[in-house]
């Protein structure tokens, strides 16, 4: 990113919106999102990590406050996961905690300077260098990073529908609901019916996972890409802090509330794929 591209807001916004790409064709699937990928695996990590070092430290006795933070956050999921799903949650639990802390890692990305990587590229190599470097931080405000977050969700959700209730019976319910007969006539006449709003019922659900993350956090990303712009220069450097401030606090509410929206909706999912209509 740069700090101050010529051209005034529109093209400052237009090189935030850039990300780091690398080309692999002339396809349209065959361009990779660089910076995407690599700060969201790195979050992943730091997450892994931290959890790790957390489980490998801890104690039965007096927990310290780095423990007792930790378990809150684990306590927090369970209790969520047991009130939403009523089967074996030793593999839900910890796919909800995952989830949970990875977007809220990504979401909060959006609080760290927006022209950090790009006085970092200026300091080292100078102002040209930074205008065509493009580098944006944060993953859920690229469409395919939660695109591919709620793909990963709909297979899970189909391998945990196909596991409740076999892939014979996975199948049956496909074309026999959710418009039940009990005359083979009928029931044969409603099963493209049964088919299709099932089919449409289950490719909802990722769409529907990645549009309000994408757009939520996109958004945000875009307010403070504006104020940026608009409070650009020393005389308005005040005011632009002031501002930025006031929407990161309030962003804080929206960093979180994504995430678990996005936790709960993937425990609603995994439940009702075990349900039987």
């Not at 529109?10 to 990300?19: G, K, M, P, R, S």
Request: charged letters at 10%.
């Amino acid at each position: 990113m740069a700090t101050e591209p010529q051209g005034g807001l529109t093209e400052y916004i237009q090189h935030h919106l850039h990300h780091d790409t690398v080309q692999l064709g002339n396809g349209p699937f065959m361009a990779i999102h660089l910076d995407s990928l690599v700060v969201s695996f790195a979050l992943g990590l730091v997450f892994c990590l931290w959890f790790w070092l957390k489980a490998r430290k801890a104690t039965s006795g007096v927990p310290s406050k780095g423990q007792a933070f930790v378990e809150l956050i684990v306590e927090f999921v369970d209790t969520q996961v047991k009130d939403t799903f009523h089967g074996d949650r030793r593999t839900v639990t910890p796919l909800a905690l995952s989830i949970f802390m990875w977007v809220t890692f990504m979401n909060t990305m959006d609080l760290l300077p927006l022209d950090a990587p790009g006085m970092a590229v200026k300091t080292m190599g100078g102002a040209e260098m930074a205008h065509h470097t493009f580098f944006r931080w944060v993953p859920t405000a690229d469409i395919n990073t939660t695109i591919g977050l709620a793909l990963c969700v709909f297979f899970i959700v189909i391998g945990h529908g196909m596991k409740a209730k076999g892939t014979l019976g996975f199948g049956k319910e496909l074309v026999t609901a959710p418009f039940h007969a009990h005359n083979p006539i009928v029931k044969l006449v409603l099963v493209p019916a049964n088919l299709s709003l099932n089919i449409i019922e289950y490719l909802s659900k990722p769409v529907s996972l990645a549009m309000r993350l994408f757009g939520n956090m996109y958004g945000g990303e875009l307010v403070f890409m504006l104020i940026a712009g608009l409070f650009a220069g020393w005389i308005s450097f005040l005011p632009g802090v002031l501002f930025n401030t006031a929407w990161a606090i309030f962003h804080i509410l929206i960093i979180l509330l994504q995430a678990f929206i996005f936790m709960m909706l993937t425990i609603v999912y995994i439940a009702t794929a075990h349900e039987h209509h």
